[in-house]
């Protein structure tokens, strides 16, 4: 089993830059894919990066594409979710997700999907003040 972890979130001003840390342990060498979703009070919960473990896929969401970046740490069993340039719209409790499962198609149209995903970590929260 795959457990997973975010943190690292903040309160921040708008424009300003932070990243969150996803710790991966357990059974790591079962994880296909590490995802990063995202959730306001009151709405579903929004796509915003997947990245394969073994690097060779890569989405993002539409509203975060040019300012977020999804990557593993060097040597170490931890995402990454750099996060440039951020706007009010982007407070949330963010989470990172994984899919360990075979067998399941992995494109940009289902990577946004939650159905995706089987393991999910407890969310960080970000708040961007204008």
């Known amino acids: 089993q795959v457990h997973l972890g975010a943190s690292g979130g903040a309160a921040v001003q708008s424009g300003d830059s932070l990243r969150l840390s996803c710790a991966v342990s357990?059974?790591?060498?079962?994880?296909?894919?590490i995802g990063w979703f995202r959730q306001t009070l009151g709405k579903g919960r929004e796509f915003v990066a997947a990245?394969?473990?073994?690097?060779?896929?890569?989405s993002y969401g539409d509203s975060v594409t040019g300012r977020f970046t999804t990557f593993r740490g060097r040597d170490t069993d931890t995402e990454y979710l750099q996060m440039h340039s951020l706007k009010p719209e982007d407070t949330a409790t963010y989470y990172c997700?994984?899919?360990?499962?075979?067998?399941?198609?992995?494109?940009?149209?289902?990577?946004?999907?939650?159905?995706?995903?089987?393991?999910w970590g407890p969310g960080t929260q970000v708040t961007v003040s204008s």
């Open positions: 357990g059974r790591t060498g079962s994880l296909i894919l």
């Open positions: 997700a994984g899919t360990t499962l075979p067998g399941r198609p992995i494109t940009a149209t289902t990577v946004v999907s939650e159905t995706l995903y089987d393991t």
């Open positions: 990245r394969a473990w073994s690097g060779d896929f890569l």
